[in-house]
């Protein structure tokens, strides 16, 4: 009897410790995307020669899916929503995206919940369908408004 208590309290002390591990992972894609945001915010993509210009849009004249999502990062870093949703209306959806998830990650890795759901093929050709579809429309004239411009 005395080893099956034993037992228990090590499996539980080593859950705990796991639990403790695990936690590492969320909170480190969480530090690399703060120090990202933070140089962004510091080093401003609408001044020139800060960063790289867009080989899409360097190459053919047309803006890609990606094309204004830094100085829509900055903006966002700034407080500035409607900057931002100008610059690129699909990074800030995206991003708000990815920080609900972030969320839910960790929520799942400190209460030890596995993960209950995976996306379905039609989800993700439809997120693949919008990506594509936000990158012609923000190319035709007469649609500025999605152009970062």
């Known amino acids: 009897m005395h080893s099956r208590s034993a037992t228990s309290t090590r499996s539980?002390?080593?859950?705990?410790?796991?639990?403790?591990?695990?936690?590492?992972?969320?909170l480190g894609v969480a530090v690399a995307a703060l120090v990202g945001t933070g140089y962004v915010a510091a080093v401003d993509p609408n001044a020139a020669g800060?960063?790289?210009t867009c080989p899409f849009?360097?190459?053919t004249g047309w803006y890609c899916p990606g094309c204004g999502a830094?100085?829509?990062?900055?903006?966002?870093?700034h407080g500035d929503l409607m900057t931002a949703l100008a610059r690129n209306p699909?990074?800030?959806?995206?991003?708000?995206?990815?920080?609900?998830?972030?969320?839910?990650?960790?929520?799942?890795?400190?209460?030890?919940?596995?993960?209950?759901?995976?996306?379905?093929?039609?989800?993700?050709?439809s997120v693949l369908g919008s990506i594509l579809m936000f990158w012609?429309?923000?190319n035709v004239p007469g649609w500025t408004w999605l152009s970062p411009a």
């Open 90 to 125: 699909f990074a800030v959806v995206a991003l708000g995206y990815l920080v609900v998830t972030w969320v839910l990650w960790l929520n799942r890795t400190v209460t030890g919940r596995p993960r209950r759901w995976l996306a379905p093929p039609w989800v993700l050709y």
């Open 50 to 52: 800060h960063y790289p």
């Open 57 to 59: 849009l360097a190459i």
């Open 136 to 138: 012609v429309l923000r």
């Open 12 to 26: 539980a002390t080593g859950a705990r410790t796991g639990n403790r591990r695990a936690v590492l992972r969320p």
């Open 70 to 77: 830094l100085r829509a990062v900055h903006a966002l870093a």
